[in-house]
């Protein structure tokens, strides 16, 4: 759309899930945190791997499977070099491996705070549509609507109107895509040919810019 200030954005959570865990030493189901440190045994050709994972009550760990009894050859030598070193940008990453997680714990808690860094991609002089892409690196437990709601500045109802009058689309076909967890690859477009103040709020609030 060629009369479109298009801008991504790139959504990055501020915590880790945090799985609960049967806790040894409070005696109950406790929430654990990531530790950031791997833990690694050798035996022989093969490798176990580990990211421990600490009791946000008594600090007891646990060590949450990244893979056991590998053989060293099997691999990837970046995963490799990742875990003997400890890379803590890997192992941000291994932290938001909510399917990883679940398998090992049947309650895991995900967290709603976002940093948003944004991004113009194309900006027309005389812009009548806002259209915003999503980048979602890890699991985000916070709607669509709660997303654009807090980074446009503006009220979920306002949104919901837009909505439902056809001026806010989505390139997904579900009727409920704005109660959806967001993710990757979601575009959104709002025609804000009416709001006399979409240079001024409305660029500020999608930029991160002033006018």
Same mark, same amino acid.
């Given at each position: 759309?060629?009369?479109?200030?298009?801008?991504?954005?790139?959504?990055?959570?501020?915590?880790?899930?945090?799985?609960?865990?049967?806790?040894?030493? &409070?005696?109950?189901?406790?929430?654990?945190? @990531?530790?950031?440190?791997?833990?690694?045994?050798?035996?022989?050709?093969?490798?176990?791997?580990?990211?421990?994972?600490? &009791?946000?009550?008594?600090?007891?760990?646990?060590?949450?499977?990244?893979?056991?009894? $590998?053989?060293?050859?099997?691999?990837?030598?970046?995963?490799?070099?990742?875990?003997?070193?400890?890379?803590? $940008?890997?192992?941000?990453?291994?932290?938001?491996?909510?399917?990883?997680? $679940?398998?090992?714990?049947?309650?895991?808690?995900?967290? @709603?705070?976002?940093?948003?860094?944004?991004?113009? !991609?194309?900006?027309?002089?005389?812009?009548?549509?806002?259209?915003?892409? !999503?980048?979602?690196?890890?699991?985000?437990?916070?709607?669509?609507?709660?997303?654009?709601?807090? =980074?446009?500045?503006? @009220?979920?109802?306002?949104? $919901?109107?837009?909505?439902?009058?056809?001026?806010?689309?989505?390139?997904?076909?579900?009727?409920?895509?704005?109660?959806?967890?967001?993710?990757?690859?979601?575009?959104? =477009?709002?025609?804000?040919?009416?709001?006399?103040?979409?240079?001024?709020?409305?660029? @500020?609030?999608?930029?991160?810019?002033?006018?």
């Amino acid at each position: 759309m060629c009369n479109s200030l298009r801008v991504r954005w790139n959504i990055v959570p501020q915590t880790a899930p945090r799985p609960w865990i049967a806790c040894s030493g &409070c005696g109950g189901p406790r929430a654990f945190e @990531s530790s950031g440190k791997i833990r690694l045994n050798a035996n022989g050709r093969r490798l176990d791997a580990w990211l421990i994972y600490k &009791c946000l009550t008594c600090d007891k760990t646990w060590n949450r499977p990244i893979f056991e009894r $590998q053989n060293v050859r099997d691999i990837d030598p970046a995963v490799l070099d990742a875990l003997q070193s400890n890379d803590p $940008q890997w192992i941000r990453a291994e932290a938001f491996n909510l399917a990883a997680l $679940q398998r090992k714990s049947q309650r895991v808690e995900t967290f @709603s705070e976002v940093d948003i860094e944004k991004e113009i !991609l194309h900006e027309p002089s005389h812009w009548t549509t806002l259209a915003i892409a !999503l980048t979602v690196p890890f699991p985000v437990g916070m709607r669509l609507d709660r997303l654009l709601a807090s =980074a446009l500045a503006v @009220s979920r109802a306002r949104l $919901q109107a837009l909505h439902a009058l056809g001026l806010l689309r989505t390139n997904s076909d579900r009727a409920d895509i704005l109660r959806r967890p967001v993710k990757t690859g979601v575009e959104v =477009a709002i025609d804000l040919a009416s709001e006399a103040d979409r240079e001024h709020h409305w660029r @500020s609030s999608a930029t991160g810019h002033g006018p």
